[in-house]
């Protein structure tokens, strides 16, 4: 919020000071520098475990109903952000989005390519903090099942992937400059895992979270550039081909000093593992 109303009165000054002195052509580019630079389109084949969460019904058909990223870590198992399932972004509780789904496979949302499959169970991670965001993070099982070539591993605590300096990358449908200009086609950005202490420095605490290393992974670069934005989250952080993040918040999108805070995926491992160890799919309980 805070941060959205500070772009929208820094850009009209940049645009006068630019248009004042040099061609009005690079004004676009030099405010698109501040945010998702780095970002570049991309096939689904090259990351096939990035799906679109989507509702028609809550969202329209203009994106074919997409608002949130997801990652297939199942054939019937994808994660997303808590967040994403909130009634703020929904307008009602997830049991009463009946056409929820997953759209997998497509690398163009308004393409008739891959597949869409209902959600049949959403669990909320119940221990999500909506004042810091820490644990944003939900588990959705679906009505049917992704190619297995599709999902891919979490990295679980220890992972080396979790280091300061790894290379990894972010997917989604989100917003492509921090403008509001949401992508049709699936796009990635190339990041790398950066200190905790950054994330630390630059979100002690306010109005859009605050950095908990135990629970959240920050990523980026130190100088600003490629980031996710809005309209990624819940979408994919990988790393040597292991899922290390879910797209979770940050203030602006790729501004110096301001990286992207991902959920921590060990965190997610860790509360699944005991589902995991026993079922995995067709879990008893439905609640929700
Ligand atoms: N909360 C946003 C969403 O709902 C994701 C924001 C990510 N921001 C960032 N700078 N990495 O889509």
């Known amino acids: 919020m805070r941060r959205s109303v500070a772009r929208a009165l820094i850009r009209p000054l940049v645009l006068v000071a630019t248009v004042a002195s040099i061609p009005l052509v690079s004004a676009a580019p030099a405010v698109a520098d501040s945010v998702v630079v780095g970002g570049f389109p991309i096939d689904v084949s090259q990351a096939p ?5 989507a509702s028609r019904d809550r969202f329209g058909g203009m994106r074919a109903g997409q608002f949130c990223g997801a990652v ?8 997303t952000a808590a967040h994403c399932l909130s009634e703020d972004v929904l307008g009602a509780p997830p049991n009463r989005v009946p056409d929820l789904k997953v759209i997998a496979g497509r690398t ?19 221990g999500y903090d909506v004042g810091t965001n ?8 679906l009505d049917g ?3 297995q070539s599709a999902v891919v591993p979490m990295a679980r605590a220890g992972d080396p992937a979790y280091g300061p300096g790894t290379e990894a990358m972010v997917s989604g449908w989100g917003d492509a400059t921090g403008g509001g200009d949401y992508a049709r086609r699936l796009r990635a950005a190339r990041v790398r895992v950066l200190p905790d202490e950054l994330c630390a420095r630059a979100y002690p605490g306010g109005p ?3 950095y908990q290393a135990g629970t959240m992974l920050c990523a980026g670069e130190a100088a600003g550039g490629p980031d996710g934005c809005q309209g990624d989250s819940g979408g994919p952080l990988v790393a040597a081909g292991r899922l290390i993040g879910l797209v979770s918040w940050g ?3 790729g501004q110096p000093g301001l990286p992207g805070v991902y959920t921590r995926v060990s965190e997610v491992v860790r509360m699944l593992e005991p589902a995991v160890g026993g079922r995995a799919a067709g879990a008893p309980d439905g609640e929700a």
């Open 208 to 210: 859009d979270g605050t």
């Open 72 to 79: 297939a870590v199942g054939r019937s198992t994808v994660l």
């Open 108 to 126: 163009d949302l308004l393409s008739p390519q891959g597949e869409e499959i209902a959600v049949r169970d959403v669990r909320v991670n119940p």
């Open 49 to 53: 475990w990035t799906v679109a969460l």
């Open 134 to 141: 820490s644990g944003d993070f939900a588990v959705l099982t």
């Open 251 to 253: 203030s602006g999108c």
């Open 145 to 147: 099942s992704l190619p």
